[in-house]
């Protein structure tokens, strides 16, 4: 089986959908041919996943499916774009079919939920690594930039944060929890819900957003500084699951929720008299104020200074 | 130096042609936006290089950096498209700041060279890969693809085969040449410059097209079975030049030309009656003809089938 049979017999319940709105020609030729209505732009991003780096060697196939494309959409959710489609570029030491086939049900299983179709990719030798490059569509004007937050603006998040953190220890096997416990974590993890649906209900209501895969504190300060201003955080009012809470207790909670990556909940800005426009999700939590100034800080109940240094996962972290 | 500093210090200046056509927002929130003319699509490719696989381990960054972004921009040409932006995902076990700023070198000339502009990337750690995805313009039904060949059409393509497979055992030290035969070889390889200037003007012209990346016979069995036809090619009429002649011979020259992968150039089809409208470039070789049948074969002057068995290389070539 040629790369291309190879691409298209695995991946074919993402790719059949290419007959999808904006698609015009899917996988099997040199590009594939997107259109967009008139008005609307296109969003485009790409994220890349390495064993060992960031996701465990011999972990679940049909999980690293679903995960490699869930943290790509989430950054079209992050613009408040919709999903059209998905180029896969995937890099494998030996082609086996079990694992390829779960790891394209994993992937075609996200798609579906994201309304998304594969439109092409590439299959290459080496060490396992994924590159997902997703493209998406939104009104001219209308997407969710990092750069709009406003003084007097409010800080929300949209859910819970934190619970991808917690589960490392599980996922890499060092820690074991009760069913209870570990499962809603591991759920978080491997199958993040891009937050599409709130994205969309933003457009003209955000000032500014992204999705929080570095950890809130380091995030928040790309908004800071994309906006030019300071952004102030409550310890109080950063949402933390009841599972995070049973799993590490309080404090360990709200610091995982504070500087733990891959997340993919929404983070943004928007003026206070417009919070009463957002639909009664439930997910949606103030968790601060915009303000004049820069950086960002974390505030306890008395208003106190009590931000962490440790800003959240980078990589590359030394400078060259 | 974070992980977005890195990519913005290093690719400065082929982002900074952000204020492209075409790239409404670069490098540097969730997303990058871009948007088309009323009445163009969107083409989109993808291409992985791994080190020790695409390319030798510990080779010169700057001709790297230009031949990972030459060798997707080609498939742009291959349809016909204009280059609006790429996206670069780019592995790397280590940051080093002199390999960096060399592959950045390398990337932004041939960045420069093609009109494109860098919109956005990861940056990741781990074994090194370099995955680049193109953006390109086309006119809505314009896009040449691979499956309009008709029997009769004649047979082309853009210029010398042969020259990357030539030029591998020089890359790889294996074997030496004079610098006459050694430069002209290498740049091929290292430094292919994708045939924009003659996708866009075939089309409305060519019933299908592509770029010769898997080596000639194999490319053209996708022609022919995108299109449910047969070619044949005319082993006198494949063009080889001078350089590869004299480093390999005839016989092995040919059979480079026939069977070796990454030329870059377009192979295409076309009315025998339209050949004539094209520019008198000197780089468009007729080759052969397409047929009623499938598959493809090679014909020697007197037209006896002397078709080898081996297709040109192909990844994965195991049924899994």
Redesign the interface.
Known sequence: ????E?IRHYFAAASCAQGGEGV??GI?????????P?GE??????????????FPAACDPLLLGQRSLAVAVS??A??G?DPI?V???L?LPR???DW?RQFADGLNLMAHRCGVSL?????????L?I?V?V??K?P?GQ?L???GARPGDLLCVGGHLGNAAGALPLVLGQRQAPVEVAEPLLAHYWSPMPQLVLGRRLRGLATA???ISDGLLADCG?IAK?SGVALEVNAEQVPVSPALEAFLGREAALYAALTGGDDYVLAFTLPEALLSSLPETGVIHVIGRVREGQGVSLRDRQGQDITPTQRGY???????
């Open positions: 089986m040629g790369e291309f190879l015009v020609l099997g030729d040199d590009c594939a041919l997107l259109e967009l008139v732009q296109l969003a485009v991003s790409t994220d890349t996943l390495v064993e060992g780096v960031h950054d079209l992050a613009m774009a489609g180029t896969l570029a890099t082609v086996g079919a390829l439109i092409g990719g590439d299959t290459t030798r080496g060490p690594s590159t490059t493209f998406g939104v001219a997407a930039r990092r750069s957003a992204l999705d790309h994309a980078q990589h590359f972290r030394e400078t060259p």
